[in-house]
C-alpha cells in the first residue's frame, strides 16, 4: 500500500532541492515554509456505515479476516493519489472514507459479493493500487445505504505462460513490478511501464486504458489484451479467443477503460515478449518545441521503431524535468529535449537506432548522446514524489494529459497552456505550465502537461476551476478529455462531448444490463 497521505513508499521521498525552492521563490513567489497537515492520529473519517448484519452477511462470503472497518484500512483506500485526493488528505476536518475494506479471494466470492449488495443496496468500488489521478476510486455513496472498498489484491497470480504464442495470463491484483518478476523468471516481460508502474495493478491498467512509456514499442495496454475475465452482477463475461475476430463487435473493448463501472476484471490474458537482449539510449536536442514535434512525427510515420520516444518542450526542457534528476539546478540544453530507447536483440536494436537517428539528424536534432535518456529512465516513477513535497511546500502542482491530431498539435498546446495560466493568474498566482509529447501514433500525439503555482485561498476550489478551464480547452480544440489517465469522476462532465448523447446512452444500456443495480463505482465514467 502507498501512503495514506502522499504517493508511494516515505523512503523515496525527497526534500525540495535548493534549485527548485530558489526557482518557487523566484518564479512564484512561494518562501516554502511547511503548511500544517494533520498527522494519521489528527486524522477524523465518518464513522462507517456499514450495519453490523452487513458486516456479518459479507464475512460469511469471504471471511471475516477479510473484511474490516477498520479507520486505518479505510483511509488507504479513501481515494487515489491526485492533488485533490492530497488536498483532501490535508483537511483537519472529517474525511470520507469507504465504510468497509473487502479482500475476496476468488471470482466465486466476487459474484457472491456483488449479489449480496446489490441486495442490500451496498456500491462496491474496485480498488487495485489506488494510484487513480482523475477520482476513479473514490468512495462515492450516492443514494446507496453504504460503499464499500474491493481490494483485488489476494488476484495475484501468473495463471499460465504460453511461450509459443507469447501470451500470457495475469491475476488482476498483480503489480506492475511482480507481473515482470514472474514473467521475467520465465524469459518473458510485459513492457507496460506508466508512471504509476511501481504500484498499479494488471487489472486497474486494463480498466482504465493504460499508456506506458514505452508504448512507441509496444503499444498501449488495450493493445496488448488479448482476453480477459470480469464478475458482473449478472454474470461472468469470457472474452477473447484468438488474436483478432469477425464475431461481431469487440466485447473486449466494454469492459477495457470501463473502469470498473461494468465489471470486476479478475484476469487478464496479454500479449508478452522475450525479455530484451539489450536496450539502447540516445538524447536529442530540438531548437524548438515544433520542430521537434515534426521530427517525432516522422519517425513514427515512417516506422523506425524506437522503444521510447518522446520531447519535452522549452520550459520543461529549461527547468531539466524531463530527467527529474537536478530539476531547477540547470538547463540540459537549450531547446528542446528529447528521448529515444531501443529494445530487443542487437541487431534490430542498430537498425532501428541507425534510421531514427539519421532521421533526426535529418529533421534538425543534435544528439546530446545516451547520458540524459539513462537519467531520465533512472528517475522515470520519482516525479510524483516531487509533487507531494511541492504541495507540502505550499505550491500548487498537478498534470493533466490529452491528445490530438499532429496537424492541431500546436494549437491545442497554445490552449491549454492559455488556459491554465489565465485561470491561475485569476485566482492571484503566475503559473509554470510545462509540457512535453509522452505517446505517439501515425496521425497524432499525447500531450502531457505539468502545471505549478502557489495555493491561493481555497486550493481545491483554485484546481478545480484550472482543470476545468484546461478541459474546456480542449474539448474546444478538438482534443480527447483523456488519453491515459482515465475518466473517474474529475473528467465525467465531459463524457458527452466526447462520447455525444448517444455515446452515453450506449453506456447507460450497457450498465443497465451488466449492473441493473447500479452498485459497481457509482459517480464515475457514465454522466
Known amino acids: 500500500m502507498m501512503q495514506w497521505n502522499a504517493w508511494g513508499d516515505p523512503d523515496a521521498a525527497k526534500p525540495l532541492s535548493p534549485g527548485i525552492r530558489s526557482l518557487l521563490h523566484q518564479a512564484l513567489g512561494i518562501d516554502g515554509t511547511p503548511l500544517d497537515e494533520p498527522t494519521l492520529d489528527q486524522v477524523r473519517l465518518r464513522p462507517s456505515a456499514l450495519s453490523p448484519g452487513d458486516r456479518d452477511g459479507l464475512s460469511a462470503i469471504i471471511g471475516a479476516e477479510h473484511v474490516t472497518v477498520d479507520d486505518r484500512a479505510r483511509l488507504l483506500r479513501a481515494g487515489g493519489k491526485s492533488t485533490l485526493d492530497l488536498l483532501r488528505r490535508r483537511d483537519f476536518g472529517v474525511q470520507d472514507a469507504p465504510d468497509a475494506v473487502l479482500l475476496p479471494g476468488g471470482e466465486d466470492e466476487i459474484a457472491e459479493v456483488l449479489r449480496y449488495c446489490a441486495h442490500r443496496s451496498i456500491a462496491v468500488v474496485p480498488f487495485g493500487g489506488g494510484t487513480s489521478v482523475v477520482g476513479g476510486v473514490d468512495p462515492l455513496r450516492g443514494d446507496f445505504k453504504a460503499v464499500v472498498s474491493l481490494d483485488l489484491r489476494r488476484l495475484d497470480e501468473l495463471h499460465s505462460l504460453d511461450d509459443v504464442s507469447w501470451e500470457a495470463e495475469l491475476g488482476a491484483g498483480l503489480t506492475g513490478p511482480e507481473a515482470e518478476r514472474l514473467l521475467g523468471e520465465r524469459g518473458f516481460s510485459l513492457g507496460h511501464y506508466p508512471q504509476s508502474f511501481l504500484f498499479a495493478t494488471i487489472g486497474g491498467f486494463a480498466a482504465t486504458r493504460s499508456s506506458g512509456q514505452d508504448s512507441a514499442g509496444y503499444g498501449r495496454f488495450n493493445d496488448m489484451v488479448r482476453g480477459l475475465r470480469a464478475v458482473t452482477p449478472a454474470g461472468v463475461l469470457d472474452l477473447g479467443r484468438a488474436p483478432e475476430s469477425a464475431a461481431g463487435p469487440d466485447l473486449r473493448q466494454l469492459l477495457i477503460g470501463s473502469e470498473g463501472a461494468f465489471g470486476i476484471i479478475t484476469r487478464v490474458r496479454v500479449r508478452v515478449h522475450p525479455v530484451p537482449e539489450v536496450t539502447r539510449y540516445e538524447a536529442w536536442s530540438f531548437p524548438d518545441f515544433a520542430t521537434g514535434a515534426d521530427a517525432l512525427r516522422a519517425v513514427v510515420q515512417t516506422g523506425t521503431g524506437p522503444t521510447v520516444i518522446r520531447l519535452s518542450d522549452e520550459a520543461e526542457t529549461g527547468v531539466n524535468l524531463a530527467t527529474t534528476e537536478n530539476i531547477g539546478e540547470q538547463k540540459i540544453t537549450g531547446?528542446?529535449?528529447?528521448?529515444?530507447?531501443?529494445?530487443?536483440?542487437?541487431?534490430?536494436?542498430?537498425?532501428?537506432?541507425?534510421?531514427?537517428?539519421?532521421?533526426?539528424?535529418?529533421?534538425?536534432?543534435?544528439?546530446?548522446?545516451?547520458?540524459?535518456?539513462?537519467?531520465?529512465?533512472?528517475?522515470?516513477?520519482?516525479?510524483?514524489?516531487?509533487?507531494?513535497?511541492?504541495?507540502?511546500?505550499?505550491?500548487?502542482?498537478?498534470?493533466?494529459?490529452?491528445?490530438?491530431?499532429?496537424?492541431?498539435?500546436?494549437?491545442?498546446?497554445?490552449?491549454?497552456?492559455?488556459?491554465?495560466?489565465?485561470?491561475?493568474?485569476?485566482?492571484?498566482?503566475?503559473?509554470?505550465?510545462?509540457?512535453?509529447?509522452?505517446?505517439?501514433?501515425?496521425?497524432?500525439?499525447?500531450?502531457?502537461?505539468?502545471?505549478?503555482?502557489?495555493?491561493?485561498?481555497?486550493?481545491?476550489?483554485?484546481?478545480?476551476?484550472?482543470?476545468?478551464?484546461?478541459?474546456?480547452?480542449?474539448?474546444?480544440?478538438?482534443?480527447?478529455?483523456?488519453?491515459?489517465?482515465?475518466?473517474?469522476?474529475?473528467?465525467?462532465?465531459?463524457?458527452?462531448?466526447?462520447?455525444?448523447?448517444?455515446?452515453?446512452?450506449?453506456?447507460?444500456?450497457?450498465?443497465?444490463?451488466?449492473?441493473?443495480?447500479?452498485?459497481?463505482?457509482?459517480?464515475?465514467?457514465?454522466?
Not at 543534435?366 to 531520465?376: F, Q, R, V
Not at 478529455?481 to 469522476?489: F, K, L, N, P, S
Open 335 to 527: 531547446g528542446c529535449l528529447a528521448i529515444t530507447a531501443f529494445e530487443g536483440t542487437e541487431a534490430h536494436v542498430a537498425s532501428r537506432h541507425a534510421e531514427t537517428r539519421d532521421l533526426l539528424a535529418a529533421k534538425g536534432g543534435t544528439s546530446l548522446g545516451e547520458a540524459p535518456a539513462k537519467a531520465w529512465e533512472h528517475g522515470r516513477f520519482n516525479a510524483p514524489y516531487l509533487r507531494d513535497a511541492l504541495l507540502s511546500a505550499g505550491a500548487l502542482c498537478e498534470t493533466l494529459e490529452t491528445a490530438t491530431n499532429w496537424s492541431n498539435v500546436a494549437a491545442l498546446k497554445a490552449a491549454v497552456t492559455e488556459a491554465l495560466t489565465r485561470s491561475l493568474e485569476d485566482s492571484g498566482t503566475p503559473a509554470l505550465v510545462l509540457c512535453h509529447i509522452s505517446h505517439v501514433y501515425p496521425t497524432g500525439a499525447s500531450l502531457y502537461f505539468t502545471v505549478v503555482a502557489a495555493q491561493r485561498g481555497n486550493p481545491i476550489e483554485q484546481w478545480r476551476k484550472a482543470k476545468a478551464a484546461a478541459s474546456d480547452a480542449m474539448v474546444r480544440t478538438g482534443a480527447t478529455i483523456t488519453h491515459h489517465h482515465a475518466v473517474g469522476a474529475d473528467h465525467r462532465p465531459w463524457m458527452t462531448d466526447e462520447v455525444g448523447g448517444l455515446g452515453v446512452s450506449v453506456l447507460r444500456a450497457v450498465k443497465s444490463v451488466l449492473d441493473p443495480a447500479g452498485i459497481l463505482n457509482p459517480g464515475k465514467l457514465i454522466p
